[in-house]
């Protein structure tokens, strides 16, 4: 892993590919990386980070946008070894400051994050150690919420199918290309919606589930959401 030029740039451990990259950005969404070498210490990534944040802070500025620092955060990922075991650096161990500057040109210093805690970004709860408790909780959340508002409601048995599966399940569709869950995972988030939703439908709560989540082919009534996606190739199915 080297910088050469502009952006970072990798090498693939597996297809031996050269990566070359800078951030992400996905609409007013922006991510920023700086990458350093071991034999550096992170106070100098800190420092470069907080130049590319100059940087991008500028270029919106005299395109007449600006950055939000109170929805701004940043992490810093750094390893120490004990005991032959390593761990995430916590942000006592590893402080930092990095600032932007407001609309009003005051400046702010951003919240840093620990490594272990997620963060919302574009609606979905990642980590930077790839932890999805807080999305499968979230997950699991709306579940819930959706079965105790349709319980307040009177809908039809179509209307019933209609609001799972064109409100709840595209809710529960949107981040599962970024999660890695398993089926008992997605179980465990379905279970509550489906429950009531079998009832709203005409059918016993305790139908067997092969046959509610068969292909439509089969007369299955909803998707399952562990088999949405198509294996490695993440289109739908």
Not at 72 to 78: A, E, S
Not at 118 to 145: H, N, V, Y
Request: proline share 4%; charged share 20%.
């Amino acid at each position: 892993m080297r910088k050469k030029g502009f952006g970072i740039r990798l090498t693939s451990p597996i297809s031996n590919t050269h990566i070359r990259f800078a951030g992400y950005s996905f609409v007013d969404d922006t991510d920023l990386l700086q990458v350093i070498s071991t034999l550096q210490q992170y106070g100098y990534a800190i420092l470069s980070i907080q130049q590319a944040v100059d940087t991008w802070e500028a270029g919106l500025k005299v395109t007449g946008g600006a950055l939000v620092p109170e929805k701004t955060f940043w992490y810093l990922l750094d390893f120490e070894w004990k005991g032959g075991d390593w761990s995430y650096r916590t942000i006592q161990s590893a402080p930092g400051r990095i600032h932007a500057n407001d609309i009003t040109g005051r400046q702010i210093e951003l919240r840093q994050v620990e490594p272990y805690t997620a963060e919302e970004t574009l609606g979905i709860f990642l980590a930077p150690t790839g932890d999805t408790s807080w999305q499968k909780e979230k997950m699991r959340k709306l579940s819930l919420q959706w079965s105790l508002d349709m319980k307040q409601g009177r809908l039809t048995k179509n209307e019933a199918w209609l609001s799972l599966t064109s409100t709840l399940w595209r809710s529960l569709d949107y981040p599962l290309p970024a999660l890695n869950l398993t089926k008992d995972q997605c179980e465990h988030i379905m279970a509550l919606a489906i429950e009531y939703a079998l009832n709203a439908m005409g059918f016993c709560r305790h139908f067997p589930r092969v046959l509610v989540f068969a292909p439509e082919r089969y007369f299955g009534q909803v998707f399952h959401i562990y088999t949405r996606y198509k294996k490695f190739t993440g289109s739908l199915i």
